[in-house]
């Protein structure tokens, strides 16, 4: 039997730390760690779900550490429970070895993606009420409205590339991309 600890922080520039920290005094013997959204694939873990085997655990930290949504973390608890292995999270007190752990993990997952839900109805209506007020939220954009513009008709001549336009106004090859798709895609104008 082996305990998998299992760590993730959403960007490169968060820390592992803690949670390894958590994972070590809990006794996890391996642990894997990501530095990834929730959102995007997670090669490390299901990686781990491949290497289970019965009796093995997989140990974390905290649920959304683990799990973007309730479907998610139920699906992937169904691939822990096939190859027999058992799911625990420290700060949750969670053991799906158990059928009150089993029933806890439905309902705090069921509670987090509510409060996830409800997060990101707010931090919506704050961008949209600072839209309305003339303020956008994001970076500002690297080349003014005329130097779009001259960009894109520069592009669209046929006579330059983005790369070459790149370096003529003195910015990366993805900000000339964008210019120039916000104009000829109709469906790019969402992209800043």
């Known amino acids: 039997m082996t305990v998998y ?3 993730r922080v959403s960007t490169t520039h968060q820390e592992t ?3 390894i920290d958590a ?3 809990a006794g996890a013997q391996v642990i894997i760690q990501e530095k990834t959204s929730a959102a995007k694939i997670r090669r490390a873990l299901m990686g781990l779900l491949g290497d289970l085997r019965p ?3 997989v140990l974390v930290y905290k649920l959304d550490r683990f799990a973007r949504s309730l479907i998610n973390l139920l699906g992937i608890i169904a691939k822990i429970e096939a190859a027999g292995a058992t799911f625990k999270s420290l700060t949750e007190s969670i053991d799906t070895a158990t059928p009150a752990g089993r029933m806890m993990l439905q309902m705090i997952g069921a509670f987090a993606e ?3 839900g409800i997060i990101r109805e707010r931090s919506i209506a704050g961008q949209i009420a600072a839209r309305e007020r003339g303020h956008f939220p994001g970076r500002r954009r690297a080349l003014t409205k005329d130097q779009e513009a001259e960009t894109v008709s520069l592009y669209l001549s046929g ?3 983005m790369h070459g336009l790149s370096i003529r106004f003195g910015v990366s090859d993805s900000v000339i991309k964008r210019v120039v798709y916000r ?8 992209l800043r």
């Open 114 to 116: 509510f409060e996830r």
């Open 23 to 25: 994972l070590e005094r």
């Open 5 to 7: 600890g299992y760590a």
């Open 159 to 161: 006579d330059h590339t």
């Open 183 to 190: 104009v000829t895609k109709p469906d790019s104008s969402t």
């Open 17 to 19: 730390t803690l949670q």
């Open 55 to 57: 009796g093995d655990c």
